[in-house]
């Protein structure tokens, strides 16, 4: 799951970008995915907050009813949900190694 969180960063942090329309409309499904997958496996954990997190941010993302932030807001977004990824994929690796 950790490269799926990887990737999904490195695909948000290109957002910034000016990339073409199409490319947006397919991080949004991206994003989607890994975000509502991410909400079950926590929610399976008993990782609520975590759950409740990233569903909300599959919520955020999802194509089909839009969400008009603008571009400012969107590209904060982007480098919030890229971050929290990126800290998540240490903290969990670090947790592994310890257990």
């Known amino acids: 799951m950790n490269y799926f969180k990887i990737v999904l960063a490195?695909?948000?942090l290109l957002c910034l970008l000016d990339m073409p329309y199409g490319f947006y409309?397919?991080?949004r499904y991206v994003a989607t995915v890994v975000f509502g997958y991410m909400a079950y496996s926590y929610y399976?954990?008993?990782k609520n907050e975590l759950a409740i997190a990233a569903g909300a941010l599959?919520?955020?993302f999802q194509p089909f009813?839009?969400?008009a932030l603008g571009r400012f807001v969107w590209n904060v977004v982007d480098v919030v949900a890229a971050?929290?990824?990126i800290v998540l994929v240490f903290v969990e690796t670090k947790?592994?190694?310890e257990h």
């Open 10 to 12: 490195v695909l948000l």
């Open 25 to 27: 409309i397919l991080i």
């Open 44 to 46: 399976q954990e008993n």
């Open 58 to 60: 599959a919520v955020l």
């Open 65 to 67: 009813i839009k969400f």
């Open 83 to 85: 971050v929290a990824l």
């Open 95 to 97: 947790n592994r190694k």
